[in-house]
T-cell receptor, first 114, second 114 residues
Framework: AQSVTQLDSHVSVSEGTPVLLRCNYS??????LFWYVQHPNKGLQLLLK??????LVKGINGFEAEFKKSETSFHLTKPSAHMSDAAEYFC????????????FGPGTRLSVLP | ETGVTQTPRHLVMGMTNKKSLKCEQH?????MYWYKQSAKKPLELMFV?????RVENNSVPSRFSPECPNSSHLFLHLHTLQPEDSALYLC?????WGTGIGYTFGSGTRLTIV
């Protein structure tokens, strides 16, 4: 069975400072991992995905994430936060062994302070 | 717009009403999904349709009735809902159910039961 843990329900950073959103997963098979962002009253937008290629994945809007199998982690980072980054972020694991089967984490709300 | 369109964006209905949510995609995708997003809970997969056939029904109450008349349209028919059914209902589509390629979410319908 798959599961996703997002260790922080809320992260607050100042504009221009680094962002770190943490995600740990468990999966019986080689997982695919995703980060989605959801702005208020909007649907989910794909930020980036890992599908067994390069372990450091670059996404949109300057975000990137590193797959660390030994730590079962897929943390999301950005060097410098922008006000427009304030949103809810979801880490998602998909068990490739059984095809499409998204399991969503509970989400982390990112606040960016001026 | 992401390519997946949901209508209406907002819906307020009484517990005895009957209404339908609509999802439409013209991405050429073969799989479509309904998710429920409640406050402070992880995203819950409700139904999956692949090539217009229902392939997953995750213990959803019968007061939610999905319909997929063709690969571009997905409906969620609602009747005699409960206050706890108030949530954001998200539709998604992907190229195929097994690969998850091109997984795309709509903006959602905010449902309020009064």
């Amino acid at each position: 069975a798959q599961s996703v843990t997002q260790l922080d329900s809320h992260v607050s950073v100042s504009e221009g400072t680094p962002v770190l959103l943490r995600c740990n997963y468990s999966s019986s098979y080689s997982p695919s991992l995703f980060w989605y962002v959801q702005h208020p009253n909007k649907g989910l937008q794909l930020l980036l995905k890992y599908t067994s290629a390069a372990t450091l994945v670059k996404g949109i809007n300057g975000f990137e994430a590193e797959f660390k199998k030994s730590e079962t982690s897929f943390h999301l980072t950005k060097p410098s936060a922008h006000m427009s980054d304030a949103a809810e972020y979801f880490c998602v694991v998909s068990d490739q062994g059984y095809g499409q089967n998204f399991v969503f984490g509970p989400g982390t709300r990112l606040s960016v302070l001026p | 717009e992401t390519g997946v369109t949901q209508t209406p964006r907002h819906l307020v209905m009484g517990m005895t009403n009957k209404k339908s949510l609509k999802c439409e995609q013209h991405l050429g995708h073969n799989a479509m999904y309904w998710y429920k997003q409640s406050a402070k809970k992880p995203l819950e997969l409700m139904f999956v349709y692949s090539l217009e056939e229902r392939v997953e029904n995750n213990s959803v109450p019968s007061r939610f009735s999905p319909e997929c008349p063709n690969s571009s349209h997905l409906f969620l028919h609602l009747h005699t809902l409960q206050p706890e059914d108030s949530a954001l209902y998200l539709c998604a589509s992907s190229q195929d159910w097994g690969t998850g390629i091109g997984y795309t979410f709509g903006s959602g319908t905010r449902l309020t039961i009064v």
